[in-house]
C-alpha cells in the first residue's frame, strides 16, 4: 500500500490486552468480537483516564483564566500540518470507525493524502447547536485537547500559556493576562506531562508523532490488520 508520509523506519505496531473507556453503541458493547479487538491494544483505559483527568484541569484553568475556544472557530483544524498525533491516540476512534462499518469509507479518503491537508473530521460548516467543527469531538487526539489551555516551558524554565493565534487577534494582551495569574499560582495543565503520560501508556505506539491524518490512517489499517488476524483465527478453530 502507498505511503503518503513517514517520518522514519517502517512505523511502529503493537499488541497486547486492555480494554477501553471510551464512547461506544450498544451494538460494540454486545459485540464479543469487538471485545476481542479491543483487546489486542494495551492501555486505552489508562488513555481514557489521563483524558478525564486534563479535562478536569482544563476546565479549572478556563474558570481561573476566563478564557475559552472561539465560538466556531476551525482554525487549527484547518492548519493540520502543526496538529500531530501518536497511532496510539488515534486508536479509540479507528476502533470506532471498524465496528460502525466506517473504516473502509475514511480509509479511501486518507490514501494518498498530503500530510498538510487538513483533518478529514473537519466540519467546516458545523450546525448550530454544535460550538466547533470536529465531527468526533469525544475521540480527538492529545495536542486538540492541550492547545490553548495549557503550558509549555520557555528557555528560562517558566511555564507560558499556548494561545492560539486567533483568540490573542481579537483578545489584546489575552496571553500576558493568562501568563500574570499563572505565575500568581493560577494551577495550570502542562503539554510536556501530559504528552509524556501519554507516551508511556504504550511507548511502540505512543512515542513517535504523525500528521493528525496520517496518524488515524496508520491506526486504521492496524486495526484492519488485528481484525484479519481474529478471523482467521476464529476459522481456525
Known amino acids: 500500500m502507498f505511503r503518503p508520509y513517514r517520518t522514519k523506519g517502517t512505523g511502529p505496531r ?37 483524558y478525564a483527568d486534563l479535562e478536569r484541569q482544563i476546565a479549572n484553568f478556563k474558570r481561573g483564566a476566563g478564557i475559552e475556544c472561539l465560538r466556531k472557530c476551525t482554525f487549527c483544524c484547518a492548519t ?15 476502533l470506532h470507525f471498524w465496528e460502525e462499518g466506517r473504516a473502509p469509507e475514511i480509509l479511501e479518503k486518507l490514501e494518498g493524502i498530503h500530510p498538510e491537508a487538513p483533518c478529514i473530521l473537519l466540519n467546516p460548516n458545523p450546525p ?19 492547545f490553548g489551555f495549557s503550558a509549555t516551558v520557555d528557555k528560562n524554565g517558566k511555564p507560558v500559556i499556548a494561545l492560539c493565534a486567533p483568540l490573542k487577534e481579537l483578545h489584546w494582551g489575552v496571553a500576558e493576562r493568562v501568563n500574570k495569574k ?52 476464529r476459522r481456525e478453530t
Not at 493540520?80 to 479507528?94: C, D, H, T
Open 14 to 50: 503493537g499488541d497486547g490486552t486492555n480494554g477501553s473507556h471510551f464512547p461506544m453503541n450498544d451494538q460494540r458493547k454486545k459485540n464479543a468480537g469487538g471485545r476481542r479487538l479491543e483487546v489486542c491494544f494495551p492501555g486505552l483505559d489508562q488513555l481514557s483516564e489521563v
Open 80 to 94: 493540520a500540518k502543526f496538529v500531530e498525533a501518536s497511532i496510539f491516540e488515534m486508536l479509540p476512534l479507528s
Open 128 to 146: 448550530d447547536e454544535l460550538s466547533g467543527g470536529c465531527s468526533y469531538y469525544h475521540f480527538r487526539p492529545l495536542i486538540c485537547r492541550l
Open 182 to 233: 499563572i505565575r500568581e499560582d493560577l494551577p495550570f495543565p502542562l503539554m510536556p506531562d501530559f504528552s509524556r503520560k501519554v507516551a508511556m501508556i504504550h511507548p511502540q505506539l505512543g512515542q513517535e508523532k504523525y500528521p493528525v491524518n496520517i496518524a488515524l490512517l496508520e491506526a486504521l489499517e492496524l486495526v484492519g490488520h488485528k481484525m484479519h488476524f481474529l478471523k482467521a483465527a
